[in-house]
């Protein structure tokens, strides 16, 4: 088995968007590969020998057949999008994409800041590319987290009072699989701050399903009526979480 000891993470701005993907280098390899897997997490698997122009020159070649292949896995709902936290790279806020940008510097530790058009991080020079990547992610969870804590409590307490309702405790918290969550007899209200990365118009329809929950705590036709009355579209910012919930996500 061939044993891949060089890679770092790269990122290529196309007409469709940017391609993230892993560059592998091998003593052993002849020629330049793509290799996308069912996570949509891509591999470019080149020898050493090989300029980092040409193996460029190779991936953009082959866009349309990369994007292709993630629209297939798009559409039967498998695809999760892998960060590498490079130069570039596209980030969800409030259900717009935003570019990540990198500005090596003589620092103790990560810096990050947002300015409406971008991220900016400040990273050490010292720091290998794993490192890097990891110091950005972990700052990246925590700048969501806060802006999490400060528009999702604000409207909860809206559509508290639209609804007139009580909830007796509201959390932010990670959830693998659910955008939210109500304990019914407890009155409380967890959410995911992942939802942050959504429209506000998704955003308000999570806080309403689970408020929805404190006057009907199951699914069923009188639930549905209950999310209706306040916001009538419900279905359509429903289906904007379906749609686009695989790039919700920092992997």
């Avoid at 793509?34 to 080149?46: E, P, S």
């Avoid at 297939?72 to 130069?87: A, D, N, T």
Wanted: glycine share 4%; aromatic share 10%.
């Amino acid at each position: 088995m061939t044993k891949y000891r060089e890679s770092s993470p790269r990122s290529l701005k196309t007409k469709e968007g940017i391609i993230s993907y892993l560059l592998v280098r091998s003593p052993k390899r002849r020629t330049v590969a793509i290799h996308i897997d069912q996570q949509a997490q891509m591999k470019v698997l080149a020898p050493r020998f090989v300029e980092e122009d040409q193996i460029t020159t190779f991936v953009r070649q082959k866009t349309d057949w990369v994007w292709r292949t993630i629209n297939k896995m798009r559409h039967k709902r498998i695809l999760r999008i892998r960060h590498y936290f490079v130069e570039g790279e596209q980030f969800l806020f409030l259900g717009k994409e935003y570019p990540l940008t990198i500005v090596p510097a003589t620092c103790r530790g990560v810096g990050l800041s947002f300015d409406a058009e971008k991220w900016i991080v400040v990273t050490p020079r010292s720091l290998s590319h794993k490192e890097c990547s990891l110091e950005i992610k972990e700052a990246m969870i925590q700048w969501y987290r806060r802006q999490a804590m400060e528009i999702l409590g604000s409207r909860v307490f809206h559509y508290s009072r639209v609804m007139g309702l009580e909830p007796l405790k509201i959390s932010v918290k990670t959830q693998k699989t659910l955008w939210g969550s109500c304990h019914h007899v407890k009155k409380s209200i967890h959410l995911n701050w992942k939802i942050i990365m959504a429209p506000m118009g998704a955003v308000d329809y999570v806080i309403v399903h689970e408020l929805s929950h404190l006057k009907v705590p199951n699914h069923s036709p009188r639930f549905w009526r209950e999310v209706e009355k306040i916001l009538p579209d419900y279905k359509s910012r429903k289906q904007w979480l379906k749609d686009n919930a695989y790039k919700m996500n920092l992997d």
